[in-house]
């Protein structure tokens, strides 16, 4: 064997090309999660809430002149959006979930604060949204930038002509998905993200949503394993079935100008039958607290001028595993 040859033979030994010291990749990406990755991971709408993503209302929401130009449902105090929006935030803290922040590096369109909007997050890591209007286009960029930063991995960003928004998506249990179809988010869109969870063995049951509604989120709400919380009239028929057939009892909301003034429904669930609600919502939140549900409330008066309230406002990063 000439020296060539030898070299040859030494360097197909070496672990580089397959050698001995070759160490393969068997581990699959779920358990790779806190270690190889940032924690995060999410299968359930009423598990253990671990952490957020949020935004802080900024610069862009100074010196607004067409509220409805921007999506919004009237003018906004920015400062006292700001307070409202850290008090939400504090709201997390006190119920030990960590608070992680998008921070863009520049003046972002007005309505990054939705960050629901902007991703669905999965066992595996997330789904980076496409908003639905020309207003809200770029605001999946700087999710996608803090995201990075967090060690979550980014499985798809819906492309092409597809739209998707995270509050379109509800996870009934770690096998099966809603998603919703309608305003915000398009066919094209729930093809891709379909195909994905797809290929993560996730059931997706596509719904519609009526005219005028703008998400799933809007309509229908988790607050345990067991159940949840329909806007009667607006939540979607085959929904209610999939959660029915699935063992979930079926609630429907009370205050019909609670709901569309004051958000009741649009809450977050910290735990099994633990909320946080926007206050200022008395006959609702009676009736979650007669459901056995304890009910955290924080002002969001000025927030929910802008078109959400605290379900939009809050990108959902990580809960503790369904058992």
């Given at each position: 064997?000439?020296?060539?040859?030898?070299?040859?033979?030494?360097?197909?030994?070496?672990?580089?090309?397959?050698?001995?010291?070759?160490?393969?990749?068997?581990?699959?990406?779920?358990?790779?999660?806190?270690?190889?990755?940032?924690?995060?991971?999410?299968?359930?709408?009423?598990?253990?809430?671990?952490?957020?993503?949020?935004?802080?209302?900024?610069?862009?929401?100074?010196?607004?002149?067409?509220?409805?130009?921007?999506?919004?449902?009237?003018?906004?105090?920015a400062s006292r959006v700001q307070d409202q929006h850290d008090g939400l935030a504090q709201a997390y803290r006190r119920a030990d979930v960590a608070v992680y922040y998008v921070q863009p590096d520049e003046t972002p369109p007005p309505n990054q604060m939705f960050v629901a909007d902007l991703m669905l997050m999965t066992a595996e890591g997330a789904i980076l949204g496409r908003p639905a209007s020309t207003v809200r286009a770029g605001e999946e960029r700087f999710a996608a930038r803090r995201l990075a930063a967090l060690g979550i991995p980014i499985l798809r960003s819906v492309r092409g002509t597809g739209t998707f928004e995270g509050a379109d998506a509800a996870w009934v249990d770690p096998e099966t998905v809603l998603l919703a179809t309608g305003l915000r988010t398009n066919a094209e869109g729930a093809a891709q993200v379909t195909s994905l969870l797809g290929e993560m063995g996730v059931e997706v049951i596509p719904v519609g949503l009526p005219y005028g509604a703008m998400h799933l989120m809007g309509q229908l709400r988790f607050a345990d394993r067991d159940l949840?919380?329909?806007?009667?009239?607006?939540?979607?028929?085959?929904?209610?079935?999939?959660?029915?057939?699935?063992?979930?009892?079926?609630?429907?909301?009370?205050?019909?100008?609670?709901?569309?003034?004051?958000?009741?429904?649009?809450?977050?669930?910290?735990?099994?039958?633990?909320?946080?609600?926007?206050?200022?919502?008395?006959?609702?939140?009676?009736?979650?607290e007669e459901a056995g549900i304890t009910c955290h409330a924080v002002e969001v008066d000025e927030l929910v001028k802008a078109a959400g309230a605290i379900g939009c406002l809050t990108g959902i990063l990580e809960r503790d595993p369904a058992n």
């Open positions: 064997m000439s020296a060539g040859e030898t070299d040859i033979m030494d360097t197909v030994k070496a672990a580089a090309y397959g050698g001995a010291g070759w160490s393969p990749r068997t581990t699959p990406l779920d358990e790779e999660i806190s270690q190889v990755w940032g924690s995060c991971g999410v299968a359930s709408e009423w598990t253990a809430l671990k952490a957020v993503l949020l935004h802080r209302p900024g610069v862009e929401l100074e010196a607004l002149s067409d509220p409805d130009g921007v999506q919004m449902l009237g003018p906004v105090d949840s919380i329909g806007w009667p009239g607006r939540v979607p028929y085959a929904a209610v079935e999939v959660l029915r057939a699935r063992g979930y009892t079926v609630l429907f909301l009370p205050d019909e100008e609670e709901a569309v003034r004051g958000f009741a429904l649009n809450f977050v669930t910290l735990g099994p039958r633990e909320i946080l609600m926007a206050a200022g919502n008395p006959n609702t939140q009676a009736f979650y």
